[in-house]
């Protein structure tokens, strides 16, 4: 029998790293379970492993926000009437056809070769940036001085946003994926992001250079609108995620030492290292959201056409059907391989291969240059990003012998 949870989403983590107990105990009785939305509709929670990658790859489930209830700043959900337009170019939020074809465009940039490519160059970025560190003395916050600058600079570069421009997005990114936004604030910081990538698209169409945008323009197949929007998400996806991902895994090897070793001592399990701190860590903390569009049965549960679907990517990562041993255990060493930390099926993150290049050369780097990296704070000071959609720290203050 399944479980119903009549208070909504259980958010409060116990642990710095782990999912929320709450969690973790509805996974140990039913991979997937009913949950009441905070609007007091019900729909389903999927904690499983196998059953989150079977709805994120089915084609009965919708990512399409007017069809399906909305979370808004306090994981309350919209009513079924309140549609919502979908902006041209926003390919995460769209199904087949659209999405495949604006997803194509965009999908040569990011293989595994062409991060190949780029590794020297991204080593250059981080190098350059560990340097920065090194000349504040021996101790900074690793959030503004490495982790969100990082990727900042990679994909602005990558795209042809000004880094000195940084200013008109970083701010914006944090209201949006702040949890105690309001809706205005929200579509506000969207609406300047947005305003920004015009302006950007408009520059690229008079005076093309060799970026992503330029080259997108160059197909002559997305409208002026599509590639702004398009722009835009790749630019937000590609520091907000990555830097949360390099700061919160920092605080992890810091916090658990024999694996730090494990990471400076062999240089060959770093590839899986990246794996092993993507599930482990699991920084996607809220959703994603699905709808089912006809009758569905998964793991003996009907799940019917309209009903909301939460994934719970966390407990999913943790599931031992999928990770034997202890999978709440930090592992370097185990195979991680399969999490779904990037997601799964035709919405898997278009970015993860730059992300893992970002992430293997960033944490190498980042302990040869400083071996003696420590906390400057104790532990439970860190401020964790509870209050985010993205989960990580908002900052990391750290120390080391100058």
Known sequence: MTELISDGLPTKRQKLFDPPFEVTRIREQSRISRLRFADGHLGWIVTGHQQVREVLGSPKFTTEPHRHHLFDEGFQARGPGESHKIESGIFVA??????????????????????????????????????????????????????????????CALLGVDYDD?????????????????????MEALGRIRQFMRELVARKKVDPVDDIISGVLATGEPTDEEAANMAMLLLLAGHETTANMLAIST???????????????????????????????????????????????????????????LMHVPAANRDPDRFPGDPEAL?????????????????????????????????????Q?????????????????????????????????A
């Not at 940084?166 to 929200?186: A, G, K, N």
């Not at 240089?267 to 903390?285: F, G, K, Q, T």
């Not at 860190?382 to 985010?388: E, G, N």
Request: charged fraction near 25%; aromatic fraction near 6%.
């Open 331 to 367: 592992d370097l060493r185990r195979p991680a391989s399969g999490h779904v930390g990037f997601g799964h099926g035709i919405h898997q993150c278009l970015g993860q291969q730059l992300a893992r290049t970002e992430m293997r050369i960033g944490l190498t780097r980042l302990f």
């Open 251 to 309: 605080f992890a090897l810091l916090r658990h030492p024999a694996q730090l070793e494990i990471l400076k001592n062999e240089p060959e399990v770093v590839d899986n290292a990246v794996e092993e701190l993507m599930r482990y860590l699991s920084i996607l903390h809220i959703g994603p959201l699905r709808t089912a569009t006809e009758d569905v049965e998964i793991d003996g549960h009907l799940i019917k056409a309209g009903d909301s679907v």
């Open 166 to 186: 940084r200013h008109r997005f970083q701010d914006d990114t944090t209201t949006m994926v702040s949890i105690e936004s309001t809706p205005l604030e929200t």
């Open 369 to 401: 240059e400083f071996p003696d990296l420590r906390l400057d704070i104790a532990p439970e000071d860190v401020p964790m990003r509870t209050d985010m959609r993205v989960y990580g720290v908002h900052s990391l203050p750290v120390a080391w012998s």
């Open 94 to 155: 769209q199904d087949p056809p659209e999405h495949t074809r604006l997803r194509k465009l965009l999908q040569g940039q990011f293989t595994v070769r062409r991060m190949n490519q780029l590794s020297v160059w991204i080593g250059e970025i981080v190098d350059d940036q560990l340097a920065h560190m090194r000349s504040l003395g021996g101790k900074a916050d690793l959030v503004t001085e490495f982790a969100l600058p990082v990727p900042s600079l990679v994909i």
